[in-house]
């Protein structure tokens, strides 16, 4: 199993940039998809960027520009670096990862989430 723990997160104002982590723990090795979802109240949990083992990178279309989504050097822990931070990105930051490379086998697991909140 993996565990996933988010950091980062907390009050931002517009305009503002800041950079989430997701540490990775567990059997990591069979890791082959890390990706950040955000949900916001009211709306269904929605994807901001993936990165595969890869290198493969995919970003929502609200956030391609102002974001980067990056791997630590040892490629269990994942960043997202967002720039010109809008009050639309105020949700729940969620890191998520995927293992395995058989149906039988894949599995995802889900952090905690850590909270952004983009205010004046």
């Known amino acids: 199993q993996v565990q996933l723990v988010e950091s980062g997160g907390g009050l931002m104002q517009p305009g503002g940039s800041l950079r989430l982590s997701c540490a990775a723990s567990g059997s990591t090795f069979d890791i082959n998809t890390m990706a950040w979802y955000r949900q916001i109240p009211g709306k269904e949990r929605e994807l901001v960027a993936s990165?595969?083992?890869?290198?493969?990178?995919n970003y929502a279309a609200s956030v391609k520009g102002r974001c980067t989504i990056s791997r630590g050097n040892a490629e269990s822990t994942v960043y997202l670096q967002m720039n010109s931070l809008k009050p639309e990105d105020t949700a729940v930051y969620y890191c998520k990862a995927v293992s395995g490379f058989t149906v039988e086998n894949i599995r995802h697991y889900w952090g905690q989430g850590t909270q952004v909140t983009v205010s004046s």
């Open positions: 990165i595969t083992s890869r290198g493969y990178i």
